[in-house]
């Protein structure tokens, strides 16, 4: 049973811009969209998650997506909302992110089915490099006029920057090449519409306008807003870089401490976008939310429903104890539990000190661990007037000035957590 997309998209805030009539070639049939994703890591990152999302809601309204990894396009470099130049990959590197990528999407999209509407994974390199310059711009170039492209906001903002190196050739053909893309699709794969974010408009119609020009037909262009964060700043960015999929590149941990942290502006419309939560069951989390937002319900249900789709059950249920874990009143044993990776991106940016495991097992009392070892305080001095005021614990419990560290104190067999008062932690690593 066919679903209205577009009405999907509508109400979930991921509609931005449609040619006209899509709506209506949508509710013929089944019909074929894909969405380019620039293959230059073997990982995606939340930046691509829109697009994916577009394509998954399209494959649950009973249509067929079509996942396109820009080999081709990925050596070339797209100048859209760029201030430079990207680096070029070879071939090697493209097919290995291609295979990361796929594995990724496998989350999202349903490629295995048999039903007619399975996903399909394709890479432009595997038609582009059968072309020989003079072929493409005899057959594809000879359609488009430097008018046409010159006219693109992504090439007018490129030409009137200040960046003296200006846009190469390569990059000017950008345009054409994944305008060919959308030719050749709608060619062999019967594929009617391209999606992308909202930067994309410009490229995406060039293609419609091949299809018209050169495969005698009509294409269609639709676009998602580009996400962006109440605060101003960039989504999908931390002081770290970006928040990717891949758990070895951002932590499970990280990857949901991002969504928890989402301002409540930013987690109303996320929730929408990122999940496949229905509108009943979202308008209902916004008002148990505003009854009560200091209990964060948004934000929680959203990097749970993420962090779950992305990563797994199991990782969820990690980030959150993990999450909870400073405020868990059996600290001691929860805190062994975790696993060395999140344990140090839950204590990420506090104050270390090394001591060789040979001093630590010659004995480290509490002055050695606060002062003369560690210099985590300026003085034994200060480090004993802390102590008298029954204000230092080790892993969250108090200890006298006669205390001393042993191997019982070790998380992981290597960490020990000092604090003084609630706000100063300090951590020993025994290596």
């Known amino acids: 049973m066919m679903k209205n997309f577009v009405e999907e998209l509508t109400w979930r805030g991921m509609l931005h811009q449609s040619m006209p009539g899509v709506e209506e070639h949508l509710l013929e049939g089944m019909q074929s969209a894909y969405v380019g994703i620039d293959p230059t890591a073997d990982s995606l990152h939340i930046g691509h998650l829109v697009g994916v999302m577009m394509l998954r809601h399209f494959q649950l309204a009973g249509h067929k997506p079509y996942a396109l990894v820009g080999g081709a396009t990925g ?23 291609q295979e990361a990528i ?8 349903d490629f295995d089915s048999d039903e007619a509407n399975s996903a399909v994974l394709v890479n432009n390199y595997d038609w582009m490099k059968e072309f020989s310059f003079l072929e493409f711009i005899r057959d594809v170039g000879k359609h488009i006029t430097v008018n046409y492209m010159m006219a693109k906001d992504s090439v007018k903002k490129r030409l009137s920057s200040e960046a003296k190196e200006g846009m190469s050739f390569t990059e000017f053909t950008y345009q054409l090449v994944q305008g060919y893309d959308f030719l050749h699709l709608y060619r062999e794969n019967n594929c009617s519409i391209q999606m992308g974010g909202s930067d994309q408009w410009g490229n995406i119609t060039t293609g419609t306008e091949l299809i018209r020009r050169i495969g005698g037909g009509k294409g269609y262009a639709l676009t998602c807003p580009l996400i962006t964060k109440a605060d101003g700043t960039k989504f999908g960015k931390t002081e770290g870089g970006n928040i990717w999929l891949d758990a070895k590149r951002t932590s499970p941990y990280k990857f949901y401490q991002y969504w928890l942290n989402s301002s409540d502006d930013d ?30 319900a948004l934000q929680k249900k959203l990097a749970e429903e993420i962090t779950i789709m992305v990563h797994s059950k199991e990782d969820f249920e990690n980030a959150e104890k993990a999450s ?4 868990s009143k059996s600290f001691k044993e929860d805190i062994k539990t975790l696993d060395e990776v999140t344990f140090l991106d839950v204590f990420e940016g506090v104050p270390q000190a090394f001591i060789s495991r040979a ?25 004993r ?7 230092i614990s080790v892993n ?24 003084k008062g609630k706000k100063n932690t300090y951590i020993i690593k025994v290596e």
């Not at 796929?102 to 999209?109: A, E, H, T």
């Not at 419309?269 to 009854?291: M, N, P, Q, R």
């Not at 007037?385 to 204000?391: D, F, P, V």
């Open 75 to 97: 050596m070339i470099g797209d100048p859209s909302g760029k201030s430079a130049e990207r680096n070029l990959l070879d071939e090697k590197t493209l097919r290995h992110n």
């Open 102 to 109: 796929k594995n990724q999407l496998s989350r999202f999209l």
């Open 267 to 296: 987690a109303e419309k996320y929730i929408k976008i990122f999940t496949f939560l229905t509108e009943e069951e979202i308008s209902d989390l916004v008002k148990t939310h505003a009854e009560a937002p200091h209990l964060r």
């Open 324 to 327: 909870s874990i400073l405020f």
């Open 359 to 383: 001093e630590f097992n010659e004995g480290l009392d509490m002055i050695g661990a606060l002062a003369a070892k560690t210099n985590f305080l300026n003085s034994n001095g200060e480090a």
């Open 385 to 391: 007037r802390a102590l008298k005021e029954n204000s």
């Open 396 to 419: 969250k419990e108090k200890v006298k000035e006669d205390y001393q560290l042993s191997s019982e104190d070790l998380i992981n067999d290597t960490y020990i957590i000092l604090n």
